[in-house]
T-cell receptor
Framework: AQSVTQLGSHVSVSEGALVLLRCNYSSSVPPYLFWYVQYPNQGLQLLLKYTTGATLVKGINGFEAEFKKSETSFHLTKPSAHMSDAAEYFC???????????FGAGTRLFVKA | SAVISQKPSRDICQRGTSLTIQCQVDSQVTMMFWYRQQPGQSLTLIATANQGSEATYESGFVIDKFPISRPNLTFSTLTVSNLSPEDSSIYLCSGGDQTGETQYFGPGTRLLVL
């Protein structure tokens, strides 16, 4: 069965600092991996995804994530945080070609001025 | 890509009543799903909406409480029945594209049960 673990329910960084949000997954077959962002009172927006091919994937708003099979990880990074990055971030995994997605508990990112 | 809309965007309901949420996709999607996001929590999959047949429910969710219809490839409804305050959540519809690599989410329906 699939599962997703996001380490840290809350992460706080200073503006301009590195953002690192951790995600580990469990899957019996090669997974599809996703990061979504949810701004207050809004729906989910896809940041980036890994399906096959290059393990370093780039997404919107300067975010990127690296799929590391040996570590079963898919951590999300951004070199320099911006105030507008403050939001809830969800890591997600699917096995059946993206047809059924399981979400992590979410990490709330706070950005300090 | 696909754009998904939901109606209503929010509602306040009395306990014991029911609310039906509509989900419309602007293009055909292979799969449609319904999720619940309880306050301050992550998304939990309720069920997969199957076209023309009964939905496939996840553990902890039953058809009597969450009847779902999907009469065609672009439309689905979720009814939350016999409402209680514990049903106060955001309900999200999603659709998977033909490649199976991307899932699109609706904006959600915010339900408050008094």
């Amino acid at each position: 069965a699939q599962s997703v673990t996001q380490l840290g329910s809350h992460v706080s960084v200073s503006e301009g600092a590195l953002v690192l949000l951790r995600c580990n997954y469990s899957s019996s077959v090669p997974p599809y991996l996703f990061w979504y962002v949810q701004y207050p009172n809004q729906g989910l927006q896809l940041l980036l995804k890994y399906t096959t091919g290059a393990t370093l994937v780039k997404g919107i708003n300067g975010f990127e994530a690296e799929f590391k099979k040996s570590e079963t990880s898919f951590h999300l990074t951004k070199p320099s945080a911006h105030m507008s990055d403050a939001a809830e971030y969800f890591c997600a995994v699917s096995e059946d070609g993206g047809f059924k997605t399981i979400f992590g508990a979410g990490t709330r990112l706070f950005v300090k001025a | 890509s696909a754009v998904i809309s939901q109606k209503p965007s929010r509602d306040i309901c009395q306990r014991g009543t029911s609310l039906t949420i509509q989900c419309q996709v602007d293009s055909q999607v292979t799969m449609m799903f319904w999720y619940r996001q309880q306050p301050g929590q992550s998304l939990t999959l309720i069920a997969t909406a199957n076209q023309g047949s009964e939905a496939t429910y996840e553990s902890g969710f039953v058809i009597d409480k969450f009847p779902i219809s999907r009469p065609n490839l672009t439309f689905s409804t979720l009814t939350v029945s016999n409402l209680s305050p514990e049903d106060s959540s955001i309900y999200l519809c999603s659709g998977g594209d033909q490649t199976g690599e991307t899932q699109y989410f609706g904006p959600g329906t915010r339900l408050l049960v008094l």
